[in-house]
């Protein structure tokens, strides 16, 4: 491929992620609980975590994708599609249960995408030792959030807690596999900046 057609596989992949609906071939985990009955109120905060966590999973496909670019390592880049693959299957169950929950996905998801893409691309000139160590950071960072979201959900929403619990799994096994392959751990201003970007995004994507 030359590089114009690898710009346009690129491009498309990035506007699949922001406006084509995502697919899992895995079931949807906690799809066979039953609707939980919650109040407005509660409904409206389930809604806003799972697009938290939608964000969350934007930000994942943009990352990844900026990795696998600029990383020039055939190994490293099959893992990091493999990986992306599942991020795909979290970005379609989350979706689906804004969805359900009468939520809407965030606003600034092109600009959330943007800004991931970037410090993907940075990531993976950077070297597989950061490239992977700047992955197994993040991963690790997103299973404090999906923890801390089981925590907030209301108890009784078991259909979004079986995806949290799920993506949980998912998400310390693509931090183990990135350590595996040769992640380096990063320095604590690193990731006490990562902490902070997360926290704005966080708080903004929990309204809109
Ligand atoms: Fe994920
Ligand atoms: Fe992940």
Known sequence: MNWQDKLIVEVDKGLRTLFAKAKSVRPVPGADQPEADLSPAE???????????HVGEIC?????????????????RAALEQ????????????????????????????????????????AGKCGDKWNLGFLAETERQVEGHLNRHLEQLPATDLRSQGIVEQMKTDEIRHAQTATNLGGAPLPTPVKRLMQGAAKVMTKTAYYV
């Open 83 to 122: 990986a992306a693959h599942e991020e795909t299957e979290h970005l379609a169950w989350t979706e689906q249960r804004i969805e359900e929950l009468d939520g809407r996905k965030s606003l600034f998801n092109p600009l959330w995408y943007a800004g991931a893409l970037g410090l993907g691309l940075i």
């Open 43 to 53: 409904r409206q905060h389930a809604a806003a975590l799972m697009r938290i966590n």
């Open 60 to 76: 994942a496909q943009a990352l990844y994708q900026g990795q696998a670019i600029t990383s020039h390592n055939p190994t490293l």
